[in-house]
């Protein structure tokens, strides 16, 4: 009996996936992406994102659903709570894209995951967006993720899936680098 | 006839805010916060986050509701367009903290807005993620936000609203500058 490597694992497309790595080798300009987030003030601290086009693969593009979040601040931050506070979304992000490259990551190697749970937790001391104190900086003093993991591997296999993960993350590199933001305004 | 500032600006319970700030002042510790994101792995880069719990004001403390936010990749992204990518809700949150903080610092210096939309673009090449060239950082390589504001001020003065709110933007900090992250695993 000939056994061939299973076209998915972990729910990852591998085939597609190696793939898509072989046609970005052939043309690396195909990598260049852009992506949106469209934002509208509703009241107070309540605001709503819209996210639907991007650009990738040399064309615009759209998601097959237009996803709208909201944030709000909750009421002992004199919010109504409509959504979660902006600083949530991002332990999001980071959990999201570190889950996401784990996946990719031991599909690619092999080990299939049997579960994955993870915990951020940001410390954010908010004298500093009150402007109470110039000594504290307006974000998060430090972040910690907590991740389960289990998987038909050794813990040690399993740790260097998520270093390996680490080490290509998006939204890690975005938080513990420098990113620059360039801000512009029209007033009408 | 006597006029007193109206109890609200914006839709901004400026009261509140003030004595929210006369209390931190008094006691600041109770600006100690720590936000959450919990996250579960569903199937390959799809995965969901719950967020409902959060430490602020000396004790533990819930949303009125859980939210609940899925990612995944776009199928051109070998995902299955579950939600929008991490990357995108990191634009989402930057849009979000300067948009609430605008409406406050609005609401504290008496400016009645009437509209206020942005558009954050993050411009980012995947063949860092991909491992395909080093010299390519992970994340986004340079955002940039676009704001139209109005409202019964000068531009002048909307423009200073937004700087100021740049100023005190807890996510623009994050993205702008670095904020140390620690990663733990168990692996049961």
Redesign the interface.
Known sequence: MITTDPP?R????TA??FA??DA??AA?EA?????????????????R?T?TD?F??GEE?T???T?T?D?????????R?Q??????????????????????IA?ARKVK?T???????????????????PEV??????????????GDAS?EK??DL?EQS?A?????????????????????
Request: aromatic letters at 8%; one cysteine or more.
């Open positions: 998915t972990n729910g990852v497309d597609t996936l898509t790595l970005v080798k690396p990598a260049r992406f852009q992506f949106r987030a469209h934002n509208q003030w509703l009241s107070g601290t309540h605001n994102s996210i991007f990738g693969v593009r998601h097959q659903r996803f979040f944030a709000d601040h909750p009421a002992v931050l004199v919010g709570d959504g979660p506070t902006p600083v949530e979304f991002v332990l999001h992000a980071l959990a999201a894209c570190l889950t996401a490259g784990l996946a990719n599909a995951l579960e994955v749970r993870s915990t951020v937790s940001g410390d954010i001391d908010l004298n500093g967006i009150l402007g109470l104190n900086r307006n974000g998060y003093q430090q972040i910690t993720v907590r991740f389960t993991i289990k813990a399993l740790r998520l680490r290509r993350s998006a939204v890690y590199d975005v938080i513990t680098n420098q990113v620059p933001v360039t801000i512009e305004v029209d007033t009408p």
